[in-house]
């Protein structure tokens, strides 16, 4: 028998990213839509990447390309709340990092929703997997880890 997933206190992270939402994020039941959820991990993810200097978006050599997800839903989110992402790294191997992220509603001790994606960092003309991650990926993949 599993146990069901139970989300996580604020704890469990290493940095957070305050996001707002947006009047179209809601759905027809009055709560963001599910899509809404990945688009705030990958915000909140390449936030930190963009700001510590790792990712450029434009002429970086080296981007990530996201090859699994996955979402625990624990409690609704709506707009206009402002979501609070905390963000670590559960791993990190030659050229991939899965990312944990948890989504707590403003102030809220335990997060309404948690899941993972996993990047594999790729030559961005070739598409080929790096042989190393860039030292500043290394840099602040080290501040993410719990």
Not at 84 to 108: H, K, N, P
Request: hydrophobic share 40%; charged share 20%; glycine share 8%.
């Amino acid at each position: 028998m599993t146990t069901r997933p139970q989300p996580d206190g604020r704890e469990a992270y290493a940095r957070f990213v305050t996001l707002g939402t947006r009047w179209m994020d809601n759905d027809v039941y009055g709560h963001l839509n599910n899509v809404v959820y990945y688009s705030l991990f990958d915000t909140a993810v390449n936030t930190l990447l963009i700001e510590a200097g790792a990712l450029d978006l434009h002429g970086g050599a080296v981007i990530g390309l996201v090859v699994e997800t996955h979402c625990n839903f624990f409690e609704s989110l709506a707009f206009p709340q402002r979501v609070e992402a905390g963000v670590r790294v559960a791993s990190q191997g030659r050229s991939s990092v899965r990312y944990e992220i948890g989504l707590f509603a403003e102030g809220q001790p335990l997060c309404a929703a948690r899941g993972h994606f996993v990047h594999v960092y790729v030559d961005r003309d070739s598409r080929r997997p790096v042989a190393e991650l860039p030292p500043a990926y290394l840099s602040i993949l080290q501040t993410l880890k719990r």
